[in-house]
């Protein structure tokens, strides 16, 4: 779209709300929605997707976000595009970055996955969706529409417990395996086997799949993807912190 005010163009996302048939239930969402996108509006960092404005036109909810050049992961992965290891961990440490910077500023994204993740022709990342996940959290979620299929999503969300900043590491570790093997950690016949599989599975390390993976990764995605969240990473920072010296070994050394 574009913005007449200004005359830029922008990236509407519209959100269909014509399936709640509660005027009540309706209006709430509508004000958790402005609530929530007004809140994310005001995250302003490289690596989060910038929001304009967010309003309604008939049954439909739009926010307007910057318009970029790129593709998503989603999209790259399902190209197989081969990443060397280096773009790969640079990609994590942008995403950390933007975690951190929302975490700390009490916003979890809840919907880490591929989907929400553009990357641009310089492999710079951009995170989308911030806060907007937050919207499926009671009612959609009873609906079964904004749920999906919960590849992403952490035990602890699964079973409907409080959530915090850990659960979008999870969903971070489970994005990282697929980046680096071109497949998903958790795999079920059905959505019942899937989340069977997300609580209870331990998934093999990625060197184990493909002995070219540095095991730095290993150590990584495994502390992500605890179970536990007090056994995984507590913070975004903390994955970068064992990631940089990998970066840094790539290097030009002057």
Request: charge should be neutral; charged fraction near 25%; include cysteine.
């Amino acid at each position: 779209g574009i913005d007449p005010a200004i005359n830029r163009p922008v990236a509407l996302k519209t959100i269909r709300l014509d399936f709640v048939n509660d005027p009540a239930e309706l209006a709430e969402l509508k004000e958790r929605l402005y609530r929530e996108a007004q809140a994310a509006g005001k995250l302003s960092h490289p690596n989060i997707v910038t929001i304009y404005d967010v309003g309604s036109e008939a049954s439909l909810q739009y926010i307007a976000m910057e318009y970029l050049e790129g593709q998503t992961l989603e999209e790259l992965i399902k190209k197989k595009t081969k990443f060397n290891y280096k773009i790969i961990a640079q990609m994590i440490v942008q995403i950390c970055n933007a975690l951190t910077y929302a975490h700390d500023r009490g916003i979890v994204h809840r919907d880490i996955k591929p989907a929400n993740i553009m990357v641009l022709p310089d492999y710079s990342v951009k995170v989308m969706d911030f806060g907007i996940a937050r919207i499926d959290s009671n009612s959609m979620t009873k609906t079964g529409i904004a749920m999906g299929t919960p590849n992403y999503i952490s035990p602890e969300q699964l079973r409907g417990l409080s959530t915090d900043r850990r659960a979008d590491l999870f969903s971070l570790g489970v994005v990282m395996y697929e980046l680096l093997l071109g497949r998903r950690p958790f795999r079920g016949e059905n959505i019942t086997s899937l989340i069977y599989s997300i609580m209870n599975v331990e998934p093999d390390k990625p060197s184990q799949v493909n002995s070219h993976v540095p095991m730095l990764f290993d150590h990584i995605v495994s502390r992500s993807l605890k179970k536990d969240p007090n056994e995984r990473y507590q913070k975004a920072n903390e994955i970068v912190a064992d990631l940089q010296a990998f970066v840094e070994s790539f290097m030009v050394r002057v």
